[in-house]
Structure formats: structure tokens, C-alpha cells
């Protein structure tokens, strides 16, 4: 055979190829209540819903004539609509249902590419070779039918109330929030420890762990003093030694370096040369005034 084709010895049911099947597009929720009244009931194939079809006799040949509306038999589901517009479509590419009877599955093939028949048992070789898909059946696969009309549902204008509730309380309960954010009080990452083949996870324990930097003198928030009592502070210090520099001064009065320049331009004098470049210290006339308290005491 060409190269794209395989080989098959499946054997396809095709009695019922010639029967009309409609294809309907239906929302999640009646699907659901559909599945659950099937699971609930004794019958083997217990009535759903009822379709009613309306025609306009004044106007036969109108497109428009021919309405369909579904009403649901029943339902668990509460705030469901029950009754459903269909709006058939006329234009659509030509489909059949297959069924497998150990899955109960049935799939929906085009017809139309290659115009097979739906008699032809060679379909599921045509739909392997156009959708390059590999089938394992295993049980018995028979044609159910083919598409003759196509509908999508919708609600009914008359339950368009009931529609909107159901979606109000489905977007509610969207937004309800089932995540929780937890504390956890073992912070040597016991919890986060990493999965085998995880890659590139660094443990809390690690010896490659960046250690904090610590915070900075000047990043620190600090208080001003009182003027005459950083003065006082100021002389003392210069008793100590004659020279300081504006970074050993911050870090002995713990004040802001701005404000404690303010009271520098007033008691020193800022050495731009020499031996004590980059220093601080006092002007001639509180020199003076320190030695004199010195002879005092």
C-alpha cells in the first residue's frame, strides 16, 4: 500500500449506517443532568428530555418555520433551565457516529474529504491516513449512523432568569478561594528539602548560602541630640584627641552626618593639607577655652 496507509483486519457493524442521527451540541450542565438521571434510574434508557417541534403552517417554505425546543424530563441539578432552544445549522461538513462496545465511546468522523461512503467499512482506515491517528479497538466497532441535522442549544428566552442565577452562582463559587497561606515554624527548610532529580535547589543549610548583608551605619534612621548637649559631646571628645575625622565622630555620637557637620562648621576647622588631611579640628578660640577649663579643674 502507499506510504501513510496501514493494514487492518477490523471488522465494522455497518446495519445501521443509513440510520439518521441528529448531532447536538449541548452546555456542560445538561450533560451532567443527563448523566445523572440515566445513573439513578431502573429503566435502561429512561426519557431526558422531550423535543417539540413547531411549524408555521401559514408559511411552510420559510426557513424560519420549522422551530425546535427541548424540554428537560427532569433534573437534580437546581437553577438548570428547562427548556432549550435549537437552532439547527444546515451548512456542515458531512459526519457519521462510531461506537466501540467495550468503551461505549463514540466517535464523530468528516466524511467529506475524500467522498467514502458511509457504507464503506474502509472509513476508519480513511480517518487513520487524514487525522494521523493511531486506533487500538479492542472491542466491536460499529457504524450507528450518519449526521443529518446539526443543532446548538441554548436557553430558552422564557428561562433566561433561571440561566442567569445558574451562572451567578457558578461565577460565585469560582471566586472562592480554596488556597490557604501557612506558616511554618521549622525555618531550616525541613518542608522545602528538594525531590530526587531536582536540580539546582539550594537548601537553607547549604555552604554556598548568601549570608544577609548587614544593614549599613548610614542606612540606620538616627535621632538628633540637643545643640549645647552634642557641643558638650564635642569638646570632650576633642580632649581626648585633637583629630577626628567625620565618619569616627557619626560613629561616636550616633547622629545624623548633616546635622553634625552644621556644628562642626562652627567648632572646627576642616584640614584640606598636610599630615591631618581628611580631619577635623577646633578652631584656635575653643581651643583655648578648652585648655582654660583644663587649668581650672
Known amino acids: 500500500m502507499e506510504e501513510g496507509y496501514i493494514h487492518s483486519d477490523i471488522n465494522v457493524e455497518a446495519s445501521k449506517a443509513d440510520r439518521s442521527v441528529w448531532l447536538m451540541k449541548c452546555p456542560p450542565v445538561v450533560s451532567k443532568a443527563w448523566q445523572s438521571s440515566a445513573a439513578s434510574a431502573s429503566a435502561d434508557s429512561p426519557p431526558v428530555s422531550k423535543v417539540v417541534v413547531s411549524l408555521d403552517l401559514l408559511q411552510p417554505d420559510d426557513s424560519s418555520a420549522l422551530q425546535f425546543t427541548m424540554e428537560m424530563a427532569g433534573s437534580e441539578i437546581v437553577n438548570i433551565p428547562k427548556s432549550y432552544s435549537l437552532n439547527m445549522s444546515k451548512d456542515f461538513v458531512p459526519m ?5 462496545s467495550n468503551q461505549g465511546v463514540f466517535l464523530i468522523w468528516s466524511l467529506n474529504p475524500l467522498s467514502f461512503r458511509i457504507l464503506d467499512v474502509l472509513i476508519i482506515l480513511f480517518a487513520t491516513c487524514v487525522y494521523n491517528t493511531k486506533f487500538s479497538f479492542k472491542g466491536r466497532v460499529a457504524v450507528e449512523g450518519k449526521v443529518e441535522h446539526k443543532f446548538d442549544m441554548k436557553p430558552h428566552h422564557a428561562n433566561i432568569e433561571e ?79 585633637p583629630n577626628w575625622t567625620l565618619k569616627q565622630l557619626v560613629q561616636e555620637t550616633d547622629q545624623p552626618p548633616q546635622f553634625l557637620k552644621e556644628i562642626l562648621n562652627e567648632l572646627c576647622v576642616y584640614n584640606k593639607r598636610g599630615t591631618n588631611q581628611g580631619t577635623y579640628e577646633l578652631k584656635p578660640e575653643y581651643k583655648k577655652s578648652v585648655e582654660d577649663t583644663d587649668a581650672e579643674t
Do not use: W
Not at 96 to 100: A, D, L, M
Open 96 to 100: 457519521g457516529i462510531f461506537s466501540e
Open 163 to 241: 440561566y442567569r442565577k445558574m451562572c451567578r452562582e457558578r461565577t460565585n463559587k469560582s471566586m472562592v478561594k480554596n488556597r490557604q497561606i501557612q506558616v511554618l515554624n521549622n525555618d531550616r527548610g525541613v518542608h522545602m528539602r528538594p525531590m530526587p532529580g531536582m536540580m539546582g535547589f539550594i537548601t537553607s543549610n547549604s555552604k554556598d548560602k548568601k549570608k544577609a548583608a548587614p544593614v549599613k551605619g548610614a542606612d540606620m534612621k538616627r535621632t538628633r541630640r540637643d545643640r549645647g548637649e552634642l557641643e558638650d559631646i564635642m569638646f570632650k571628645l576633642f580632649e581626648r584627641q
